[in-house]
Each structure stands twice: as structure tokens, then as C-alpha cells.
T-cell receptor, first 115, second 113 residues
Framework: DTGVSQNPRHKITKRGQNVTFRCDPI?????LYWYRQTLGQGPEFLTY????????KSRLLSDRFSAERPKGSFSTLEIQRTEQGDSAMYLC?????????????FGDGTRLSIL | DAKTTQPTSMDCAEGRAANLPCNHS???????VYWYRQIHSQGPQYIIH???NNETNEMASLIITEDRKSSTLILPHATLRDTAVYYC??????????????FGTGTLLAVQP
């Protein structure tokens, strides 16, 4: 399968702990996006990379959140000092930089539960 | 980006066509219409997109009205596996922009046996 891969699929942790998620995009895609989805809502944009450059961050991305894409391939999203409100599905998507209307393709997400 | 309006939920009988409407009356000339769906516990799945012409692929057909103020996603022969939340998103593409997707709450399509 050559789709977007996210690991782990599920993460349960205690409040105050740090967590890190990984996203491997479709190999030829140079654009990468992170979204967050809470129960009953559609996904909300968090941040965007073109190659290794982080070009936009949402106001939803507090100082406790950091995302990297060091070599322009896989990306990581770290949450420090987790809070109850961080419980959500974290989704990664990628797209190519061909024509501007190229669709984003999503992974199946990492579901984070904060105890 | 233009706002979209979709019904909260719809039912469809298995084997029949599912027609999912989307209103985007404030759409502008450079905005595309995208459809995604999300099956429980999975990430959103891209279905189809279009600008002004009708589009068809192996999954669905997209019919866009001539004035572009509304569109309909058609699943020609719905199966139980098509039960999902369907999102209609309108997005313009501008050079140098992020082109992030803005999701609403979508339409929950329930295919009935």
C-alpha cells in the first residue's frame, strides 16, 4: 500500500506526558498537512509543510505543539505536557505540487486519549 | 473560501443511486468543489473534484449546476460500505497559499439493506 501512513494508530497516555506521532506521506508528495478531529466534528487544519519548510500554523497549534519535517519526507507532531483537551484524532495528509488543484490524501490518523 | 451547506443526514436503499446535495451559493470563479468521505475510524477519503464541468470517476459522479451555486455527488449503486460522512468543500487555489481544506460537519449517509 503506498498511501499515507501514520503511527501509532492509537495512543493512550496520562495528562502531563509528552507524545509524538509520525506521518509518512505518499512518496512523491512534497506537501504535508496535519489536522485534528474531535468527536462529531470535521477535521481542523493545524499546520502545513512544503518540503521541509513549515509554511503555516493554525492558532489551534499552541506552544505545546511542535511539528517537524526535517528531510522533506516523513513528519512528526509532538505534544508536550498533554491536557485532557488534546484528546482527538490527529490526521496527516499529503499532496503533490503539480497543478494547484491536486487533492490531499489522508492517512487513517492517530487517536490520542488522555487519561 | 465559500461556505457550503449540506443536509445533516440522508438514507439510501442498497443498490439505488445516492444523490448528495451541496449548496455553495457564494462560490467564486476560481474555487473548486471537492468531495471527501469518512468511514468510521478512518481518515477522510478523496472522492472527486471539479471546477465547472461535470466529472466522473470510478467512485462517483459530480454534477455542478451551470451557475455553480450547487452541486450533487452521485453514487450510482450504493452499497452498505458507502455508509459514511460525506464532506463537500469549496477551495480556491492561490499561488503561495497553503490550500488547506476547511471541513464542515458533512452529511451522514446511511445505506439501508
Amino acid at each position: 500500500d503506498t498511501g499515507v501512513s501514520q503511527n501509532p494508530r492509537h495512543k493512550i497516555t496520562k495528562r502531563g506526558q509528552n507524545v509524538t506521532f509520525r506521518c509518512d506521506p505518499i512518496s512523491e508528495h512534497n506537501r504535508l498537512y496535519w489536522y485534528r478531529q474531535t468527536l462529531g466534528q470535521g477535521p481542523e487544519f493545524l499546520t502545513y509543510f512544503q518540503n521541509e519548510a513549515q509554511l503555516e500554523k493554525s492558532r489551534l497549534l499552541s506552544d505545546r505543539f511542535s511539528a517537524e519535517r526535517p528531510k522533506g519526507s516523513f513528519s512528526t507532531l509532538e505534544i508536550q505536557r498533554t491536557e485532557q483537551g488534546d484528546s482527538a484524532m490527529y490526521l496527516c495528509a499529503s499532496s503533490s505540487s503539480g497543478a494547484n488543484n491536486q487533492p490531499q490524501h489522508f492517512g487513517d490518523g492517530t487517536r490520542l486519549s488522555i487519561l | 473560501d465559500a461556505k457550503t451547506t449540506q443536509p445533516t443526514s440522508m438514507d439510501c436503499a442498497e443498490g439505488r443511486a445516492a444523490n448528495l446535495p451541496c449548496n455553495h451559493s457564494t462560490i467564486s470563479g476560481n474555487e473548486y468543489v471537492y468531495w471527501y468521505r469518512q468511514i468510521h475510524s478512518q481518515g477522510p477519503q478523496y472522492i472527486i473534484h471539479g471546477l465547472k464541468n461535470n466529472e466522473t470517476n470510478e467512485m462517483a459522479s459530480l454534477i455542478i449546476t451551470e451557475d455553480r451555486k450547487s452541486s450533487t455527488l452521485i453514487l450510482p449503486h450504493a452499497t452498505l460500505r458507502d455508509t459514511a460522512v460525506y464532506y463537500c468543500i469549496v477551495r480556491a487555489f492561490r499561488g503561495g497559499a497553503t490550500n488547506k481544506l476547511i471541513f464542515g460537519t458533512g452529511t451522514l449517509l446511511a445505506v439501508q439493506p
